[in-house]
């Protein structure tokens, strides 16, 4: 990367990726997106360790969802970057903290707003859909498989009062298939976690607008984590290929080694996929 550069996180989280972004730039830029004020303060506690304006300087935060990247660059005004880089995979904060809902591993409310100001909650989808909506929404986002037997059972148990309770209901309706690797509620947790927060709306909208945003040579990394999201980052890239706007530089997805899997169990699913903005005129 270029110390000179203008770089954008369009996932900054709490600011993992953005400190080891800032420490490689002199006079350059970066620039954090995130929907979640929770961590972008966090990520703003972080840069303060440095004690340095300098340092500090070289980093904007921005509350907004990655769709919206366009719109920021625009609105700060800043050159064609050299780099974007979304890391698709829900925060270890979110993950962590019981009342946002996002685990059934504490009994929580039904929320999973990455957006604590948004309208749709979990709540919403679990107690008030409809049969074949939720059903629908399990095979669809999730390929869940047992579907239509845990929409019935959802159905059937409402109320559901918390994230223990409805693991507790999926749990019980799913078909016994041997040993299993994931938590029977896994799937479904994660089909309501991309309806609630539109995930694959606002990827659509990031994968179009984001070319328009690089400098010829710019870098485009992507990190997905299920099957849905990979599939379509790595048809967009393909799409965008054959228009003569990228150049696909990962022929075969990245994975995380054993040692990398070993120190950060959740970046097991992880990959990486990264494209090139191709100059129009020289292509």
């Known amino acids: 990367m270029r110390p000179e550069g203008s770089y954008l996180d369009a996932t900054a989280g709490t600011g993992g990726h953005l ?3 800032a420490s490689q ?13 929770n961590a972008l303060a966090i990520a703003r506690e972080r840069l303060q360790e440095f004690g340095n304006e300098e340092f500090q300087d070289k980093v904007t935060l921005v509350q907004a969802s990655f769709s919206k990247i366009d719109d920021v660059a625009r609105d700060l005004s800043m050159p064609l970057l050299d780099g974007v880089l979304a890391d698709l995979g829900i925060s270890t904060l979110e993950l962590d903290t019981p009342e946002r809902g996002f685990s059934f591993r504490w009994s929580a409310p039904l929320d999973m707003r990455m957006d604590p100001e948004s309208d749709l909650t979990a709540d919403d989808i679990v107690n008030h859909w409809g049969e074949k909506q939720l059903a629908d929404l399990l095979f669809q986002k999730a390929d869940e498989t047992d579907s239509r037997r845990i929409a019935r059972a959802i159905v059937r148990a409402r109320p559901i009062r918390d994230t223990e309770h ?22 479904t947790f994660l089909a309501l976690r991309i309806a609630v927060n539109r995930e694959e709306e606002e990827l659509e909208q990031f994968l179009s607008r984001t070319p328009a945003t690089l400098i010829p040579g710019g870098r485009w990394i992507i990190l997905s984590y299920h099957s849905h999201e990979d599939r379509m980052v790595k048809r967009a890239f393909q799409r965008l290929e054959r228009e003569g706007q990228v150049r696909i ?8 080694t054993l040692d990398e899997i070993q120190s950060n169990p959740r970046a097991r699913s992880a990959k990486m996929r990264v494209a090139e903005r191709i100059d129009a005129v020289a292509a």
Not at 166 to 187: C, D, E, S, Y
């Open 25 to 37: 730039l002199t006079t350059g830029r970066v620039v954090g997106l995130d929907r979640d004020p």
């Open 166 to 187: 409805l693991a507790t209901v999926v749990a019980g309706a799913r078909k016994a298939r041997g040993r299993q690797r994931l938590h029977p509620a896994t799937k």
């Open 249 to 256: 530089l990962t022929k075969k997805i990245v994975e995380p």
């Open 19 to 21: 400190l080891a972004i």
